[in-house]
């Protein structure tokens, strides 16, 4: 089965340091990677997404992700947090045949601390 | 340009009573999805909708389900509400729902069933 999984529930990290927010898929064929960021009461909004060419994608608000095929990974990071990144965070995979339907991970929490 | 669009904002209702969503999507998108949001099962993809066809479908009951008008703005039925239909329904648009494209999403309308 196709799945998308992101390993924690919340990260902490002090504003100023960098942070990693994890994704992992597992999918058939080649993906199309997406991460996409909810803050409170409201809607997803789309941060970056990786179809083919260089495995590092720079995204969004200083966002960027890497693209690791062997690892099956798609890993959220930013050189510095700020404490407006505070949201929950998601990725989300399609794959390019059949039905085309995205699969989005749990999400995870980011709290950047002052 | 103004945003994806969903009414109501809240909606309380009782078990066995029916529920109906409404989505308008950005001008010249075609397509529309809609999403389930539950804390812990991330987004659950429910269905989408191109040119008023359903064109996926996911793993929900046969009391979900939804239309997709000329005007590309789109509704979502819920019959015999059950206590776990309470969820955040967020409704997501693209212009043509194509592989790689970013999804737009509306601010969600949050269902609470009693």
């Known amino acids: 089965a196709q799945s998308v999984a992101q390993p924690e529930d919340q990260v902490n990290v002090a504003e100023g340091n960098p942070l990693t927010v994890k994704c992992t898929y597992s999918?058939?064929?080649?993906?199309?990677l997406f991460w996409y960021v909810q803050y409170p009461n409201r809607g997803l909004q789309f941060l970056l997404k990786y179809i083919t060419g260089d495995n590092l994608v720079k995204g969004s608000y200083g966002f960027e992700a890497e693209f690791n095929k062997s690892q099956t990974s798609f890993h959220l990071k930013k050189p510095s947090a700020l404490v407006s990144d505070s949201a929950l965070y998601f990725c989300a995979v399609r794959v390019p045949s059949g039905t085309y339907k995205y699969i989005f991970g749990t999400g995870t929490r980011l709290k950047v601390l002052a | 340009k103004a945003g994806v669009t969903q009414t109501p904002r809240y909606l309380i209702k009782t078990r066995g009573q029916q529920v109906t969503l409404s989505c308008s999507p950005i001008s010249g998108h075609r397509s529309v999805s809609w999403y389930q949001q539950t804390p812990g099962q991330g987004l659950q993809f429910l269905f989408e909708?191109?040119?008023?066809?359903?064109?996926n479908k996911g793993n929900f009951p046969g009391r979900f389900s939804g239309r997709q008008f000329s005007n590309s703005r789109s509704e979502m039925n819920v019959s015999t509400l059950e206590l776990g239909d309470s969820a955040l329904y967020l409704c997501?648009?693209?212009?043509?729902?194509?592989?790689?494209?970013?999804?737009?999403f509306g601010s969600g309308t949050q269902l609470s069933v009693l």
């Open positions: 997501a648009s693209s212009h043509e729902g194509g592989v790689g494209e970013k999804l737009f």
């Open positions: 909708y191109f040119s008023e066809t359903q064109r």
């Open positions: 999918v058939s064929g080649n993906p199309y």
